[in-house]
């Protein structure tokens, strides 16, 4: 008997992970009238109350995500670390696993994905592979270079810069890889997808703009401000990349754009992305539309720009941690133009990523000052210490 098809009854959309991009990509879902199955290992997950197919379980455990993922059609991820074996023993069982385990696999580790650039031609930083911290003490005519975690690094957590010898004890003590520090002028990302019939799409090039001390975005604007010859290198190479991976999802590839107008790719995500959340206001199709369009193998959307966009995240102010309360909201909700996410994580955190605001304008100069407006007023603090 065939699967069933999206649109027809009985057929299940499966999501590893249930955080912010995971509530975004039921939002989409919902609009397709789509089952989707959600698991994650917080059971207040900001996506636990928003389908009756949540589960609590272990992604990371492969056991755990056999049992999840043959309940369903086709299986995708909101976040990349995730089992690949059990990934792989659901490819084996005729579950469509989109992003497949192998891209999953190459993404999950930088010491690979650093490889794959390598071996393909594709620029990147130039790096070493380090076992461990001796290894990069050894290094020290390196420097200035940044310290990667091969694994399970995310939002900065896994990423060091490293000046001077006196900073080497900084090195992670696991296996990563050594990059030159690039002195860059502009950070982009393109946001790809591809289906499964090959079809292709790129949003267009955004430029992120990084909070000084934690390698988090701080916010982002869209489209970015870049030669027009930079903006088709940046797409061709983020599609040379997806069609070289046959990615089956979408690919969101950060890179770096050079005082020369080259590019080199940082790293790159198969998934939704922090860099294409104000695709929801401001193109054609949002990214969580357009990741499922790709997962199931449906016509691609236009990723055309409507209007010009800015994103800024919601980060759980610094000295603040428990039950989250927002100060200014009722201040941003007045700016024309301004759409507010929250991601109903109930405690907040230092610098922990609790909601998005965006801005739209087609006006540059405005659409700068309601960026700073939003971050001046709008804040995420706990009641305890308020
Ligand atoms: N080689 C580099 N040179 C300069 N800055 C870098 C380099 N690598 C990373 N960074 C900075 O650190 C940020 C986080 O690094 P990244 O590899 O993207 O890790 P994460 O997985 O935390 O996003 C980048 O967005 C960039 O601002
Ligand atoms: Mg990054």
Known sequence: MNAPRPFAPGFRLGVLGGGQLGRMLLQAAIDFNLEVAVMDPDPQAPCASLTPLFRHGSITDAQSVVEFGRQCHVLTIEIENVSAEGLRALEGMGVQVRPPARVVELIQDKRAQKQFYRDNGIPTAPFVLTRDRAEVEALAHWLPAVHKLGREGYDGRGVQIIRTPEQLHKAFDKPGLLEKLIDFKKEISVIVARNASGQTQAFPAVELVYHPEHNLVDYLVSPAAIEPAEESAAHALALEIAQKIQLVGILAVEMFLLHDGSLMVNEMAPRTHNSGHQSIEANFS???????????DLPLASTREKIP??????????GHSGPARYLGMEEVLSIEGASVH?????NTKPFRKMGHVTVVDHDRGRLVEKIHQVKRCLRVVSQAQN
Do not use: P, T
């Not at 966009?309 to 610094?318: E, I, P, T």
């Not at 929250?342 to 109930?346: N, P």
């Open 309 to 318: 966009s800015a994103m800024v995240n919601l980060l759980g102010q610094d």
């Open 286 to 296: 949002s990214q969580f539309e357009q990741h499922l369009r790709a997962v199931l």
């Open 342 to 346: 929250l991601y109903g994580k109930a």
